[in-house]
């Protein structure tokens, strides 16, 4: 198990580093053919600015194309951002997160297919999935993560980036049937064997830490950290930037060896980095269900509204999966109770007026 890690300073030069993580695990003939149609699949968790760390960077994305478009392939650029799928909504985001210069200046392709398919899949919690249809139409996926903490599992990025390509309102459905962290990590692992990536390369030159994926706070890592297995790419990055992994529930959930990695560049510690990441995580096998459901009511923090910010678009109602929002005057009343914290009012929230302490 072999894991590219590199310092990079600054987007103009990370095409660079970029060709060496091909090299080093491979080569470009590795993971790309002549004639085949790939989907590179960023992180696009909402429209956001490039500073914010909320997504993959466009010019780290631009850079891997033009790596790619060495090759003779038809490469589309696609993933199903927070909250229900449409064409206007997906031309919103890439344009606010300066995506549609990809179109003027590669040769790639912004997807606006907004349909979904299902799939059969024999994995550990979950039979079959509802994808991204281009997801299933393409010869291979391209895995372009961002290094970034998140409230509900501590830590998000080449296996949870995955998730991405559920269909629209279908993730948030999936965080209600999954409740326990444990079982949605698994669920999480299945989505990430069922895209089976085939080089999940991670944009850690800005990460973001705090309360992520979406409200925290830019912070400059310098570093891309590249593997053909997105656990071990997972891994790797949790041990730059200092979180634990056993508190990751995918990490945790995952059969590894770390004896068996192979460091490729840099070590891990050769960064000194340690990111500020949210409590929580990962509940030991032997806590009983419903004690841990007690529990991350009584020790996670809901979403607080912040009612200056708030526009009153009801995204957040409309993609709760428990039916914990109730629409008042003022904006978004969150039930203490029914809450099942997993945060994807904060993700959708456009204004981020929905933050957890």
């Known amino acids: ?18 060709e060496e993580a091909f090299t080093s695990l491979g ?12 989907l590179v699949k960023p992180n696009l968790l909402q429209a956001s600015e490039p500073g914010k760390s909320v997504i993959t960077h466009p010019d780290f994305v631009k850079a891997v194309i033009e790596v790619l478009e060495k090759k003779d392939l038809e490469i589309i650029v696609g993933d199903s951002p927070g909250g229900r799928m449409s064409e206007s909504k997906l031309k919103k985001v890439y344009e606010k997160s300066e995506y549609t210069k990809l179109e ?4 790639a392709k912004l997807n606006y297919n907004t349909n979904s398919k299902k799939i059969s899949f024999d994995g550990r919690i979950k039979k079959s999935f509802e994808f991204l249809e281009v997801s299933q139409e393409v010869d291979g996926i391209i895995n372009l993560p961002k290094l970034k903490t998140h409230s509900l599992t501590v830590f998000t990025g080449a296996v949870k980036n995955s998730y991405g390509l559920i269909h629209g309102l279908n993730k948030a459905a999936y965080h209600g049937q999954f409740k326990k962290l444990n079982d949605f990590g698994k669920l999480l692992l299945d989505i990430s064997d069922a895209v089976s990536p085939r080089l999940s ?28 297995d997105p656990v071990i790419c997972d891994n790797a990055a949790c041990k730059v930037v200092g979180v634990p992994d056993k508190k990751v529930p995918t990490l945790y959930e995952a059969d590894y060896d770390e004896e068996e990695i192979r460091y490729i560049r840099r070590l891990p510690n050769s960064f000194e980095k340690e990111l500020n990441y949210p409590p929580g995580g990962s509940t030991p096998w032997w806590i009983p269900d419903y004690f841990s459901d007690f529990f991350s009511n009584l020790y996670l923090d809901r979403p607080k509204l912040d009612k200056n910010r708030c526009i009153k678009c009801w995204q957040c109602e409309e993609t709760c999966p428990a039916d914990a929002i109730e629409k008042k005057e003022y904006g978004p009343k969150i039930s203490w109770l029914k809450c099942i914290r997993c945060y994807c009012c904060s993700e959708v929230c456009p204004e981020e007026a929905l933050k957890v302490d």
Request: charged content about 30%; proline content about 3%; overall charge negative.
């Open 104 to 107: 003027k200046e590669t040769s």
């Open 201 to 228: 390369l991670m944009d850690g030159i800005w990460a973001m830490e705090g309360d992520g994926p979406a409200a925290g706070d830019p912070i400059e890592v310098d570093c891309i950290i590249a593997s053909k």
């Open 1 to 18: 198990m072999e894991v590219f890690i590199e310092r990079c300073t600054d987007y103009s030069t990370v095409k660079d580093v970029i």
């Open 27 to 38: 080569g470009l003939d590795e993971f790309v053919r002549n004639g085949e149609k790939i």
